[in-house]
Structure formats: C-alpha cells, structure tokens
C-alpha cells in the first residue's frame, strides 16, 4: 500500500491512517517495543510516544488495558489501582481516555467506567471528573500520565467518600461527552 501511494503521492485514507497506527502500536507493545512509526499525522506519533512510554515505564499503580488499544488507539482504557495509606486502597478502577485529532492541543475526553466509579466529592456517579486539567486549564504539556497521576492525587487526598452535591440532577442532564460540561471549580479541598 505504501509503495502505491507514494508513486501516486496521495496520502492515506484517515481510516488506513488509524488502522496502520493502532497495527504499529500493537505490533510494538507485543513483540520488542520498537517503535515503527510509518506515514502518521503528529496527533498519532504522539499517542504513541505516550502509549509506549505507559506501557515501558507505568507510574506506580497504573497500567494501559493493551486489549482496548489494539482496537482503537484513539481510545485507551487505563487501570489505576488506590494508593496504599488512602480511602480508595485496594480498590480498582477504569478510566477511558477518548482522544481526538486535536491532541495535544485539545484534551482527551476523561471518564472512569465498569462497575467500580470511585464515590468521591468530583467524581459523579456516570464516570465524569470535575478537574480543571482536563478543560479550562489544560495544557499540551500534559499527557496521559500526568492526567493518571492528577486523578490518582485527586482520590488520595479525599478525606471522606462522598458524592456531589449535585449529583443526581447532574447525572439526569448532562451532555455525554464531560468536556461539554461547564464546570466551576470552586473547591479544591478534596
């Protein structure tokens, strides 16, 4: 496919784009972790410097689901597991990270899923995290590992297990995507 389109000097489909990135990843995380970076656009190189550093080198209590990777790298399920010492120790969570092209300009869509939301004062009941990284005050500079360790420092510090106080209406009649949410940070006690 690459010979033909560089004769023609036409650029790949998105979707040949997305499928060649997410073949490359998998291949890498699975065999040597070489990277093979072949024609991506700058968003996708980026994602995978970031997966592959996760998956190299997690920070403590922090790993990258593979599985869901290798179906779509614009989508990645991270477990995160409750610091020792903390309210949330032994327990186990899910975060989905939805990416866009815009990444790293445009944050990732943040949201914890499966059966276990850990209750907490800016964690709402359907996943969604009140956390100013992750819209107004988010930078290209972060990545997916700083976003892990801010919501790993977010539920270490909590000192009572508790829900908003807005939560019931807010679940009712919120937009899907939490980046539509405009939030007001107005405690950053917890």
């Not at 040597?32 to 998956?55: A, F, G, V």
């Not at 290798?70 to 949330?88: C, F, H, R």
């Not at 819209?135 to 009572?160: F, G, H, K, N």
Request: aromatic share 8%; with cysteine.
């Amino acid at each position: 496919m690459f010979n033909r389109l560089r004769m023609r000097k036409e650029k790949p489909s998105k979707s040949e784009t997305i499928s060649t990135a997410t073949t490359t990843v998998i291949q890498d995380a699975a065999k040597d972790n070489k990277k093979l970076i072949l024609d991506n656009s700058r968003w996708e190189r980026r994602l995978q410097k970031e997966l592959m550093s996760l998956i190299k080198e997690p920070p403590p209590g922090v790993a990258v689901d593979e599985d869901s990777v290798s179906q779509n790298l614009t989508q990645w399920i991270i477990n995160i597991d409750g610091v020792e010492g903390t309210l949330y120790e032994g327990e186990h969570f899910q975060l989905l990270f939805k990416f866009n092209n815009k990444y790293p300009f445009d944050s990732p869509e943040v949201t914890f899923i499966g059966a276990n939301i850990p209750v907490h004062p800016h964690i709402y009941s359907n996943g969604h995290i009140c956390l100013s990284i992750l819209t107004d005050d988010w930078s290209p500079a972060l990545s997916v590992q700083s976003v892990c360790l801010s919501i790993s420092s977010m539920l270490s510090s909590c000192r009572e297990k508790r829900r908003p106080p807005d939560n019931g209406i807010y679940v009712k009649t919120c937009n899907k995507n939490p980046k539509k949410t405009k939030w007001w940070y107005h405690d950053d006690s917890v």
